[in-house]
Every structure is written in C-alpha cells, then in structure tokens.
C-alpha cells in the first residue's frame, strides 16, 4: 500500500460520508474540538500548578517551581556543586614541579581553593536531598490534588 500526498491512500470500501468533503469536515471538527479540551485542561494544569503550595522542610514552594526543580534544575545545581574541586590544579602541579627548581627559602608552588570543603559537602547533600525530597511529595501531590476548575 502506497500512502499519497495528504496522508491518505486508495480505498475501495464505501465511504462513510458520501457528501464530497464530508470525511475531511468530520476529521476538522474532531481535531478543533481535541485541542479545545487539550487546551481547556492544560490551562487548569497551569493555574493547578501556580495555586498550589507546598511546604518542604521550612521552605513553601509553589508547584511549578517544584516542577523546574524536578526537570533539572536541582541535578545542574549538584554536579556544579561536584564541580568544584582542585583536582586540575593538583594534577598541574605535580607536572609542573617536576621541572621547577626551587631556591633555598623559595615556597613551593600550591593549589588555591577559594571555597570550604565543608560547605561544599553541605550544599550538595541539601541539593539531593531537596531533589528526593520533591519527587516523594510530587507524587502524593499528583494522586491527590484536584484541578482548579476554570
């Protein structure tokens, strides 16, 4: 079988609606209609989302934002909290000391780190904890919330 331009193919059965045209008005008003509802629900998706609060720990979140959270925000926030590190400049180092000669007195040359272990460690424990956190209470929130009816 052979699909022709438009999407369509020959067909030797009856028509289902012999009026010339007839199927594709059917077919207009079943698609007009299916984003009708489509937009009708994602409209009471939306104000659902931006009505919706809920309490994480001491923090209150509306819904979507919990949703940008969900969608990467918080997986970015952790691998830059990964990131940080001096492994580069450790690495760099030890190739570069390997051909520096040091005076007598001379301090030998070292790695700056312009943050805290310590805080580093924190925030990124808080960044996946948040990030469980939120996908436990989105899925409560879905089975149980209503939508905001327009």
């Not at 924190?122 to 209470?137: A, G, K, M, V």
Request: with cysteine.
């Amino acid at each position: 079988m052979r699909v022709a331009p438009g999407g369509g193919h020959f067909c030797r059965k009856r028509l289902l609606f012999p009026a010339v045209g007839g199927q594709q008005v059917v077919l207009e008003r079943v698609v007009t209609w299916t984003g009708l509802e489509y937009l009708h629900l994602k409209q009471r998706v939306d104000m659902t989302n931006l009505s919706t609060t809920v309490a994480i720990g001491k923090r209150k979140f509306q819904l979507i934002d919990l949703l940008v959270l969900r969608r990467g925000l918080a997986k970015r926030m952790g691998k830059t909290y990964l990131a940080l590190s001096t492994d580069y400049a450790d690495r760099r180092l030890s190739q570069m000391q390997r051909n520096i000669a040091l005076q007598p007195g001379e301090k030998a040359p070292h790695a700056l780190r312009y943050y805290d272990e310590k805080d580093k460690f924190e925030n990124l424990q808080d960044w996946q904890t948040l990030q469980d956190e939120i996908e436990q209470r989105l899925e409560v929130i879905n089975a149980t919330t209503d939508l905001v009816t327009i």
